[in-house]
């Protein structure tokens, strides 16, 4: 039981986690080109992060409910980030 349940963990990890860091790296550009006269937030930026990864998450199912192919759906996951 405990197999199947690291299988799964892995096969989300494999299907969610690029679509996330490719959201999360929109998201490090955008807070660089508007924040760069300002002072460095750690706390803004990891909000930015971590909401950008959910999006990227959401934006990668619904591409693949649609079944649009792989180069849309990585360009429509890094743009919500």
């Not at 197999?3 to 999360?24: G, K, N, S, V, Y």
């Not at 199912?61 to 890094?78: D, E, H, M, Q, Y």
Request: hydrophobic residues 55%; aromatic residues 8%.
């Amino acid at each position: 039981m405990l197999d199947d349940i690291m299988e799964t963990l892995r096969h989300i990890l494999a299907l969610l986690l690029p679509p996330a860091l490719m959201a999360m790296g929109g998201s490090a550009v955008k807070y660089g080109r508007l924040h760069r006269s300002e002072s460095f937030s750690w706390r803004e930026f990891l909000v930015g992060m971590a909401t950008a990864g959910f999006a990227g998450m959401v934006m990668h199912c619904l591409c693949r409910g649609l079944g649009l192919n792989i180069w849309i759906t990585s360009a429509v996951v890094a743009m919500s980030g």
